[in-house]
Each structure stands twice: as structure tokens, then as C-alpha cells.
């Protein structure tokens, strides 16, 4: 109980020339919420979408739950239990939010329709959006999508949850409603590895920030002192950018 | 012909008619709102449009098919007869023309169920689409045949008559081949997009191989080459079955045609399934879906989509070259227009015929095409 939920040992990922990451370690205990920051192009998007394996990285290993990333039964286990939330939200746009979330209940869970449909339900209601079950995603802002997204993710009942940067694509108004969601989400337990860097959220609900450069974990502290006192001058330099 | 024969040729198009309209409105049905998330409105009275089509369509078909049997046979009825048993006369004569008939009789099913059905693209803020005014096209086509056959019988009625099982060859052999075109074409496509090197290569290699060789050359070799290349190997390795082996023609240029075909429809395939934004892989299968569940789910119903208009293309294209399997002894439209011409020595009436059955096909195949496309776009 007490081992990491997450376990990545020295992962190496090179696009052709470019090493996208170079020798990463990390571990994530069960609950915790760790936040990833980083400039563009420092390996963030690529950290995270290892660990469902999205991406296939070269060298090191990745455990996740007890499951060791290798054969494609293992993949797949493990992306049933690591939910994912992306930027540009990817809402399936032939099918209704209901659907949306009922879909993959229905055939990776083998749920039954009314079970499914229930529980979309109460997702939907949950994100804050009941009313617009039978609406389709491109009607939807862009705040309301990405909570559909979330909702989707949620329905497969994951241990983890990933969001790759869930508010950059969004209006500012509507940064809120999304952030407020992971917020609450994370106050009930949820282990999350989020890259973002919406301060409100890391000080809200972060146990740890980590901050990542040229495909390396430069400081991973808790967030007050990696944003208020951090120890390398990399750190300060991202900071003093972005602030 | 027996009064009995032909009531029961009447119900067989009666009944024909019933379940074809049957299986078309269920197929609308469950496309539109299962797989392609169309919303029919009104709500609660969603089966209203498709009784109304069904019932339209039919009455449309049976009437028109008694019209055509009337205008198109020697039989010329009193007024009591037509309204007595030999309407269905008129009406199971009506299988002599098949397609003026049924043209006709079918576009009155969609134009109903256009009219009635209200279904709306997801998002749209235009209103229903009521009717299609191209249609007129078609029944002014089908007009024109009509009364070429009525006031110039001679020789016209004997062409249509004459090319009749031409015009079954033709139409079976486009739909059995498209229909295997669309299931190769799917394989070839994915092939085409497949990780592995050996597959994407030979799906390559298959698709610039067939695209760069003539469709009447490659029907020739199929139905010459190949089955000489057959005997030959036979006679080698001492194969009673393989020397015996015969061609048979129309096997052979579906065969043709669908080979060649799904060469040009996995392209189609590949660039409608590279449309739909990379994204939509990610997030399904970061579901948990498998990769044929991700492709059958949310990639294959996003890219139908899209590729609808080249597929009813591919459709129009297939069934005009079918004309040539003419040439490697299938008796289709063509050939049964040669024939005529042959012992007719009536060129210009006899190629003015066949021209008007293909295009009365092509332009019913394009409202067709069209249609199903209009409703299954999604606004963005
Ligand atoms: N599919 C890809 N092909 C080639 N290079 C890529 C690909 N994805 C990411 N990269 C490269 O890997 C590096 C890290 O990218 P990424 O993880 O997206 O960074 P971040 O999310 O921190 O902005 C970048 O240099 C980027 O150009
Ligand atoms: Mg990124």
C-alpha cells in the first residue's frame, strides 16, 4: 500500500535527433497531486503521456499500479486505470456528451447501457453541467468541453488522473470552472500529475511541484518552496518568467 | 400471360417494394441517430416521417409501375380495366422496366422522406432541408425514356426490352463489386496507415502497381491471362482441377473491377482517416479501447463523414467503367446495345438509349450520394 503508485525509473525518449528525456525519475505515492512545470518543450507533455504510454520511450522502466509497462495486455490495463485530460479537450465530436462518456464504459468496461448511462449522470452532474447531456461538444464552450472530458475520463473509474495543460486552450473566464473541478477532485483523493501552471490550483491542491528543463527534473519540492524559495537557479530564472 | 402469373408478379414487386422501403428507413434510422449522432426532430414523433415515406414510396412505386407496364407494353387498357384486376397487370409488367419504374418510385420515397423526416445536421442552425431540386433531373430523364418507349415504340420499346437483362448484369456487377470494393478498400487503407513496414509496404506497392495499369487492361488479364497462368500451373504440378479450370466471366471482371477498384478506395480510406486530428486516437485509447475498437467507435464514423462525397464518386466511376467488362464477355448494357445494334443496324437510336439508361442510373446515384451526405454533415 504504502509502495509508489507511480514508478519511473531513468526514462530516456529521443525523437530522432531530439532527447525529448533524458533519464527521468520519479515516483508518485497513492493520493498525492503533483504539478509539472516547465518551459515549452522541456519534456512535459512527454513525461506524462509515457506513463499511459501514448508515447513509447526508449530506455529505463515505468510501473504504474503494480503494473509494469511492457506487453500490450499490461498497456492496456494500465490505461484503464489512468484517466487522461488534454489540452485541446478531444471530445469525440460525431457523438453527444452522454455518449461521450457512456462509450467507453460500454466497451472497454463491458458495463450494461443503463449502468453506463447512470453513471454519466452523475459525472455530468458532478462537473457542474447536468443540463447538457444530450447537447453535442461542439455546442459546448470551451470551459463546458474540457469538463466533459473530464467527466469521460472519470467514468472509467481510474486511479490516476493526467491533464496536460487542461486550461491553456480555454478563455480565462472559463479557466476557473475547470480548475475548480480538479480542485475538488483532488480534495477527495484522487492521485493527479498535472502540468500546468496555474498557481491557484498548485497552491490550492499540489503536494509536490516539479519543475522540468531540456528533458531532466530540475527541482521537485513542495509548492510553496519550489515557487517562494526554490534552490536552483534554473528554477528562479522559469519563475521570475513566468511570474 | 395468366391473370394468376401475373398477381403474383404484382406482389412480388408489391412486397419488394415493402421491405426495400422497410430496410432503407430502419437502416436511416439507426445510422442517423445511433452511429452519426444525428439529432430527428421533433422528438416524440420520430416515427411519423418513416411511415409517411414508407407508405408514400410504395403508393408512388405501385401507381407508376402500373403507369409504365401501361405505357410501355402493347397493352393499351378501356378505362374499366384500369380500374379492374388488370391494373395488376400493368403493375407486374412493370419488372420490363425496372429502372424508369423504380427511379421514379424511389424518388418519391426519399423526396417524402426528405420532406417529412426533419432530420438536421448536429449544430445547424439553418432550417430542415426540404427538397432536393435536382431530383427533377432525374424524373425529367426518366421522363424522357418513358416517352421515347411511349410515342416511338418502334424501335425504342424493343431496345429497353432488348437490353433489359443488361441492365440486371450491370447493376449487379457495379453493387457486388462496390460492395467488396468498400471492405478491400477499408484493408488496403489501413494497410496503407499500418506501423508495421512489411504491411504499409505491401499496401503501397499494391496501390501504385494497380493505380499506374489501365482498368481494361487489367480485366483482360484476369479473364485471359489469369486463367491460362492457372492451366499452366495445373499441367505443372499435375492438377486434374487446375487444366480443367475455366473462367467464368462475370466472376472474373468483378474480380477485375474490385481489385482495381480498392486500389483507388484505400486511398480514399487513408486520406479520410488521416483527416480526423490525431487527438481523437489519443484520447480513445487512453480510454482503455483497443486500436480496432478506437478505429470502429470514434475514427471510421468521424471519417465516413468526409469521405462520403469521393465514396458516391467512386460509386458513379465504377459504374460507368462497368461498361467495360462488355469487353471480356459479360453481357451487360453495353454489350446487349452492340448486340442490338448489330442485327438492328440502328446506331444512333440504340446508343441514344443506352446513353440515357447509364445517365438515369449516374444522376439517381448522385441525389442518392448526395442526400445521405446532406444529412450526415456535421457543422464545426
Ligand atoms: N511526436 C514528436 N515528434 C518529434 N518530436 C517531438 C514529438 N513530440 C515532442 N517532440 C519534441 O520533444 C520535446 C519535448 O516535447 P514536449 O514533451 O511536448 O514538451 P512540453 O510539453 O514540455 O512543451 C520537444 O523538443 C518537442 O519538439
Ligand atoms: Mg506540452
Known amino acids: 500500500m504504502d509502495e509508489p503508485i507511480i514508478q519511473i525509473r531513468n526514462v530516456h525518449k529521443r525523437f530522432g535527433g531530439v532527447h525529448a528525456l533524458k533519464g527521468v525519475s520519479l515516483d508518485v505515492k497513492r493520493g498525492e497531486v503533483v504539478v509539472i512545470i516547465g518551459p515549452s518543450g522541456s519534456g512535459k507533455s512527454t513525461l506524462l503521456r509515457c506513463i499511459n504510454r501514448l508515447e513509447e520511450f526508449d530506455e529505463g522502466s515505468i510501473v504504474v499500479d503494480g503494473i509494469p509497462l511492457d506487453t500490450a495486455a499490461n498497456i492496456n490495463a494500465v490505461r484503464t486505470e489512468v484517466g487522461m485530460v488534454f489540452q485541446q479537450f478531444n471530445l469525440f465530436p460525431h457523438l453527444s456528451v452522454l455518449e461521450n462518456i457512456v462509450l467507453a464504459q460500454r466497451v472497454v468496461r463491458k458495463r450494461s447501457r443503463d449502468e453506463a448511462v447512470q453513471n454519466a449522470l452523475q459525472l455530468l452532474e458532478k462537473v457542474g453541467i447536468p443540463d447538457k447531456a444530450d447537447a453535442f461538444p461542439l455546442q459546448l464552450s470551451g470551459g463546458q468541453q474540457q469538463r466533459v472530458a473530464i467527466a469521460r475520463a472519470l467514468a472509467m473509474n481510474p486511479k490516476i488522473m493526467l491533464f496536460d495543460e487542461p486550461t491553456s486552450a480555454l478563455d480565462p473566464e472559463m479557466i476557473q470552472e475547470v480548475l475548480d473541478v480538479m480542485v475538488e477532485l483532488a480534495r477527495e483523493g484522487m492521485t493527479m500529475v498535472v502540468v500546468s501552471h496555474e498557481m491557484g490550483f498548485s497552491r490550492a491542491a499540489a503536494h509536490r511541484a516539479i519543475l522540468m528543463d531540456a528533458g531532466q527534473i530540475v527541482e521537485d519540492a513542495p509548492p510553496d518552496v519550489l515557487f517562494n524559495h526554490p534552490t536552483q537557479e534554473r528554477t528562479k530564472l522559469f519563475l521570475s518568467k513566468i511570474l | 400471360m395468366e391473370v394468376e402469373q401475373l398477381r403474383s408478379m404484382c406482389w412480388q414487386v408489391l412486397i419488394g417494394g415493402l421491405v426495400a422501403a422497410l430496410l432503407y428507413n430502419v437502416a436511416l434510422f439507426v445510422y442517423a441517430q445511433r452511429r452519426l449522432g444525428l439529432i430527428l426532430r421533433p422528438k416524440g414523433r420520430a416515427l411519423?416521417?418513416?411511415?409517411?415515406?414508407?407508405?408514400?414510396?410504395?403508393?408512388?412505386?405501385?401507381?407508376?409501375?402500373?403507369?409504365?407496364?401501361?405505357?410501355?407494353?402493347?397493352?393499351?387498357?378501356?378505362?374499366?380495366?384500369?380500374?379492374?384486376?388488370?391494373?395488376?397487370?400493368?403493375?407486374?409488367?412493370?419488372?420490363?422496366?425496372?429502372?424508369?419504374?423504380?427511379?421514379?418510385?424511389?424518388?418519391?420515397?426519399?423526396?417524402?422522406?426528405?420532406?417529412?423526416?426533419?432530420?438536421?445536421?448536429?449544430?445547424?442552425?439553418?432550417?430542415?432541408?426540404?427538397?432536393?431540386?435536382?431530383?427533377?433531373?432525374?424524373?425529367?430523364?426518366?421522363?424522357l425514356v418513358l416517352g421515347l418507349a411511349f410515342f416511338k415504340p418502334d424501335p425504342f420499346q424493343r431496345i429497353v426490352s432488348y437490353v433489359r437483362d443488361g441492365i440486371w448484369v450491370t447493376i449487379y456487377v457495379t453493387l457486388i463489386s462496390f460492395f467488396l470494393v468498400l471492405i478491400f478498400g477499408l484493408l488496403g487503407g489501413l494497410g496503407r496507415l499500418a506501423r508495421n513496414p512489411i504491411v504499409r509496404g505491401a499496401a503501397t506497392i499494391y496501390v501504385e502497381v494497380i493505380r499506374g495499369i489501365p482498368v481494361l487492361v487489367q480485366l483482360m488479364f484476369w479473364y485471359f491471362a489469369f486463367p491460362s497462368v492457372i492451366k499452366d500451373l495445373g499441367k505443372l504440378l499435375q492438377i486434374q482441377a487446375l487444366i480443367d479450370y475455366k473462367a467464368n466471366p462475370v466472376g472474373m471482371a468483378v474480380l477485375g473491377l474490385t481489385f482495381c477498384y480498392a486500389a483507388y478506395m484505400s486511398e480514399v480510406y487513408r486520406a479520410g482517416i488521416q483527416s480526423i486530428s490525431k487527438g481523437q486516437m489519443e484520447a480513445a485509447r487512453s480510454l482503455g479501447m483497443t486500436y480496432v475498437q478506437a478505429m470502429r467507435y470514434v475514427i471510421l464514423p468521424q471519417a465516413v463523414r468526409v469521405i462520403l462525397p469521393p465514396v458516391g464518386n467512386e460509386f458513379i466511376t465504377l459504374l460507368k467503367d462497368s461498361s467495360l467488362v462488355s469487353v471480356v464477355a459479360v453481357a451487360d448494357m453495353t454489350r446487349r446495345g452492340r448486340e442490338f445494334m448489330a442485327s438492328n443496324f440502328i446506331p444512333v437510336q440504340t446508343w441514344l438509349m443506352v446513353a440515357l439508361l447509364y445517365l438515369l442510373m449516374t444522376l439517381f446515384s448522385t441525389r442518392i450520394v448526395n442526400g445521405i451526405e446532406q444529412r450526415t454533415r456535421l457543422e464545426r
Open chain 2, 48 to 143: 411519423r416521417p418513416y411511415v409517411l415515406g414508407l407508405v408514400g414510396g410504395l403508393v408512388f412505386s405501385f401507381v407508376l409501375g402500373g403507369l409504365n407496364g401501361i405505357l410501355l407494353t402493347n397493352w393499351r387498357p378501356t378505362l374499366v380495366e384500369i380500374s379492374t384486376v388488370e391494373l395488376v397487370r400493368g403493375a407486374g409488367e412493370a419488372w420490363l422496366l425496372f429502372l424508369p419504374v423504380f427511379g421514379l418510385g424511389w424518388a418519391a420515397v426519399l423526396m417524402v422522406v426528405q420532406l417529412a423526416i426533419n432530420v438536421q445536421p448536429v449544430g445547424s442552425k439553418d432550417p430542415p432541408k426540404k427538397l432536393d431540386p435536382w431530383w427533377l433531373m432525374v424524373i425529367a430523364v426518366d421522363l
